[in-house]
């Protein structure tokens, strides 16, 4: 399927590690020119080599988004080379906090990071978009937005915050050819994800190898009907297609890909 990517251009936020890069590069791949954006420049500068040693075009942004100067440096760098069609608000983090630890400082700057820093880019990016008459934000949500745990609190409810803003904003984009919709992963196997499952499995009585531990860290953590951890692979193309002609038709719609962790039909 062509997804008709080429002459578009993307920024995907904190793509120089984890699901970032294989979005990255999935773009890239199906001919879109995409800005890979960081805050560690040779971290970043590695990804961007490494798309165009596979044929892409790819070229980097540097800033930290938790602040509107680093927005602003990052939207520069972005635009430099002429307009982005395509924002991923992907960049986020969370620390593995009970709700006794999670002080009220870091539910601020959980906050900041993961909802406040993607709306910085969307009224940065979006009045180029609505000049051009067409564009895609999408934001990366994730299902403990709609299914919350027990522990990180914190960063459950920036989850639901990030669902929550890209719906509203796609009720403000009536009437464009501007989209905004959310993917929302379940745990993915990036390489902080399996390096914590094996460092922790032992411990826990999972087995010692990697195909010991992951069905059983599965069904302690994140029981879902395929048994598994998604691949980072499934995350970008759900991704590639929202940002496609293909996807026109959907506004403020969620795409769980998740495996079937979350267990509501709606």
Same mark, same amino acid.
């Given at each position: ?56 075009? /790819? %070229? ?34 969370? #620390? ?14 959980? @906050? ?6 993607? %709306? ?41 915050? #990030?669902?929550?803003?890209? %719906?509203?904003?796609? #009720? ?24 914590? %499952? ?27 009907? #395929?048994?598994?951890?998604? @691949? ?13 002609? @293909? ?17 509501? /039909?709606?």
């Amino acid at each position: 399927m062509d997804l008709n990517l080429s002459g578009k251009r993307a920024l995907i936020t904190g793509s120089s590690s984890g699901l970032g890069i294989t979005m990255a590069k999935m773009l890239a791949a199906e001919g879109a020119s995409v800005v890979v954006h960081g805050r560690d420049k040779a971290r970043t500068e590695a990804v961007v080599e490494s798309i165009k040693a596979d044929g892409g075009s /790819a %070229v980097a942004a540097l800033g930290d988004l938790t602040t509107d100067a680093g927005a602003d440096q990052v939207a520069k760098a972005a635009l430099a080379d002429g307009p982005v069609h395509i924002l991923v608000n992907n960049a986020g983090f969370y #620390r593995h906090l009970n709700w006794m630890e999670a002080t009220a400082n870091e539910w601020s700057e959980t @906050y900041n990071v993961n909802v406040v820093s993607g %709306v910085r880019m969307i009224q940065r990016l979006l009045p180029q978009m609505r000049e051009q008459n067409w564009g895609r934000i999408i934001t990366i949500g994730g299902g403990l937005a709609l299914q919350p745990m027990n522990t990180h609190p914190q960063y459950n409810a920036t989850l639901a915050a #990030r669902h929550n803003l890209a %719906v509203s904003l796609a #009720r403000e984009l009536k009437g464009t050819r501007i989209t905004s919709n959310i993917v929302s992963p379940g745990a993915i196997l990036v390489d902080a994800v399996k390096e914590l %499952v094996e460092n922790i499995g032992p411990s826990r009585g999972w087995g010692e190898t990697w195909d010991q531990i992951q069905p059983n860290a599965v069904e302690s953590l994140i029981p879902n009907d #395929r048994g598994r951890f998604g @691949y980072p692979e499934e995350i970008a193309a759900a991704v590639a297609y929202l940002c496609s002609d @293909y996807a026109e038709y959907l506004s403020g719609s969620t795409i769980r890909i998740d495996g079937g962790f979350i267990r509501g /039909a709606f």
